[in-house]
């Protein structure tokens, strides 16, 4: 083959890795990019047809963010969210973190029965869970209360979060807890001074997929809490950014936004942490 | 520095015994080397001895003290392990001090002994890298390091030198018993390489299915085996077994020699080869062979000079000997030796 022929081709190929990247750029972007331009966009601008809707065919306006901020409770369902957000985190790490590293180190069939357990409570579907959790919700008389949903939630980001530690768990080599040991610290500070810091990616893993889970649970959410002041973000903003067949998609979509791109900010923070977590727990 | 030993030490493993009475007293800054092929039990009594694995029954001394019950933080011995088990999210300064700052230790004094123990293996270049960014031969510089920086009383050492490529290891064996000898701390070395024992041992006690089969200096190990195990499991080719009757009769195959290489008023026990193939060694020449009858017609071995006096060639069958005083006897039923 000629150099030239060889140049074409190294070019082709570029030419080609760029594309593809640039098509998963814009198929990851694009929702952002929609709610970013329906947040400020006049409804006239929004549902006359013949404007283009990728753009701007009126000056922006604030006006959405203001009925988001004013005329709804929002900032307090923000405020819910991350209170619920916040003690689910908390009581899933808590609870998962322990029981990763037990399963992950119980040998025998034992723990991996256990394990396999643990994993299939997860599979039960939540509907068939609702009668039991709404009378142990009433008699512990939290109706209406956030308190309910920190009570409920962990019920399936726990097992979820020990299945996912315990691989994390595993990945990592018995030896180097036994240096520590040999080292100077007892088995539990070995854990927290070898083991956890070697996990991190694992825990923020946990962490990020129990607080979505809090962002985007609807159905328990409007069971147990009737009033608006105890709503979350995912049962405010469709109950009162929806009125009968009237959609508030500015506000609706501003919503979505300010709840989204903290979350996608975090994630790309720490996505080489994440990425370098799955393959070390893949080959080792 | 501290002497160790260990009394009727068991483990059992689901009903098999890994570690199966073991009595081991390792002297005050000896280099001990427990020796013997995979499964032999030999890394379930070092960990035994760490306090990493609990005994099934026995116990584990230090300096006479029964330490049996007591967590490996509290024995006050440093272990380096197979895998390096270096931390991978701390610089290699911060592996060093990880030790120290366990007992509590910081700041300048701290800083001072990771410096002279970077120094005593020239890794101080290293200190500010992750582990992932050394190769083996620094990684196992680092755990050294950080075995030696606490000052303990006993080193041990898991295989610490099989992770090394051939030409590494030779320059590490040295190094590893040069820095023994300097700080005399009592060192346990496990290993299932021969040569790494006889070269750092100052006794070496070979192991199988979780027995001691001998305990001794390396000298005495391959000249007066305790038994038919040891003398094949030492040496390279093992020494040669001849069943008679019920005496099994072994002798090492550079003692087995044509009968004209031998002086004429030496006492010796004659064997008459037939010569299957000749192995050139560049210094050695090796010599398979079968013994003809009247003997059983066993597989021998000679190891012979490779230059041209003394030839043996394919096929011949050839007068070969041993010195009376080189044989040695074993119990045919026990394997053990008998004088």
């Known amino acids: 083959m000629s150099t030239s022929a060889i140049t074409i081709k190294r070019w082709a190929a570029r030419g080609g890795h760029f594309g593809l990247l640039a098509a998963f750029v814009a198929f990851s972007a694009f929702p952002f ?3 970013l331009i329906t947040t400020f966009k006049e409804t006239n601008d929004l549902l006359a047809t013949a404007n283009n809707p990728f753009l701007f065919n009126h000056p922006p306006t604030l006006e959405h963010l203001r009925v988001l901020v004013v005329d709804t409770q929002f900032v307090r369902w923000l405020g819910n969210t991350t209170l619920v957000g916040v003690s689910v985190v908390a009581i899933t790490l808590l609870l998962a973190v322990p029981a990763g590293y037990a399963l992950a180190r119980l040998a025998g069939r034992w723990g991996q029965q256990m394990a396999i357990g643990i ?3 997860y599979l039960i579907p939540p ?3 609702f009668i039991p959790f709404s009378r142990i919700i009433a008699s512990l008389g939290l109706q209406d209360s956030l308190w309910s949903l920190v009570l409920v939630y962990p019920s399936f980001t726990v097992p979820f979060c020990t299945w996912l530690l315990m691989g ?26 070898v083991v956890v810091p070697n996990c991190s990616a694992g825990i923020l893993t946990a962490v990020i997929f129990a607080f979505t889970l809090v962002l985007q649970e609807f159905v328990y959410a409007l069971t147990f809490i009737t009033s608006s002041s105890q709503y979350t973000v995912s049962v405010g903003v469709p109950t009162f950014l929806v009125r009968g ?22 994630f790309n923070l720490f ?7 799955f393959t070390v727990g893949a080959i080792k | 520095m501290a002497t160790v030993e260990t009394r009727a030490l068991r483990k059992r493993f689901d009903g098999v015994a890994a570690v199966d009475g073991i009595d081991l007293p390792v002297r005050e800054g000896e280099f001990l080397v427990l020796l013997g092929p995979s499964g032999c039990g030999k890394t379930t009594l070092l960990r035994m001895i760490a306090g990493l694995e609990t005994p099934s029954s026995g116990d584990v001394l230090i300096d006479g003290r029964v330490v049996t019950p007591l967590p490996p933080r509290e024995r006050n011995m440093a272990m380096v392990f197979q895998s390096y088990a270096l931390y991978p999210h701390l610089t290699v300064a911060d592996n060093i001090a990880f030790p120290l700052k366990a007992h509590g230790m910081r700041g300048a004094e701290a800083a001072e002994r990771v410096q002279r123990a970077a120094a005593m293996f020239s890794i101080e270049r290293l200190l500010k890298r992750k582990p992932r960014q050394l190769s083996g031969g620094e990684r196992q510089r680092v755990a050294l390091a950080r075995a030696v920086v606490r000052e303990p009383v006993v080193f041990l050492l898991d295989e610490p030198l099989s992770n090394l490529d051939a030409q590494l290891r030779s320059a590490a064996r040295d190094e590893l018993q040069q820095f023994q000898r300097r700080l005399g701390t009592t060192t346990i070395y496990v290993t299932h390489d021969q040569i790494e024992a006889m070269g750092l041992g100052d006794r070496i006690a070979v192991l199988d299915h979780g027995r001691i089969h001998h305990l001794g200096t390396p000298r005495e190990i391959y000249a007066d085996p305790a038994d038919t195990f040891v003398a094949t499991f030492i040496g390279s080719p093992p020494m040669n077994l ?6 099994i009769t072994g002798f090492r195959p550079e003692q087995f020699m044509p009968i004209e290489a031998l002086p004429a008023d030496e006492p010796v026990r004659r064997f008459t080869l037939d010569v299957g193939r000749v192995e050139y060694l560049g210094a050695d020449r090796l010599v398979y062979g079968t013994l003809a009858p009247p003997l059983p017609p066993s597989r021998v071995i000679a190891r012979l000079p490779a230059g041209p006096e003394l030839p043996v060639s394919t096929g011949e069958r050839h007068e070969f000997a041993v010195r009376e005083r080189d044989l040695r006897h074993f119990d045919r039923a026990s394997g053990r030796r008998v004088n």
């Open chain 1, 245 to 266: 067949d009237v959609y508030f998609w500015g506000s609706m979509m501003g919503a979505c936004l300010i709840v989204s791109v903290p979350i996608a900010i975090v």
């Open chain 1, 271 to 277: 996505v080489d942490r994440f990425v370098a977590g």
């Open chain 1, 33 to 35: 990019y929609w709610m």
């Open chain 2, 242 to 247: 001849v069943e008679t009757d019920d005496i």
């Open chain 1, 127 to 129: 509907t068939i869970l």
């Open chain 1, 119 to 121: 994993f299939l409570t």
């Open chain 1, 168 to 193: 994390f768990f595993k990945a990592i080599p018995r030896d180097i807890e036994e240096a520590a040991m040999m080292d100077g610290y007892s088995r539990f500070g070995a854990f927290l001074k």
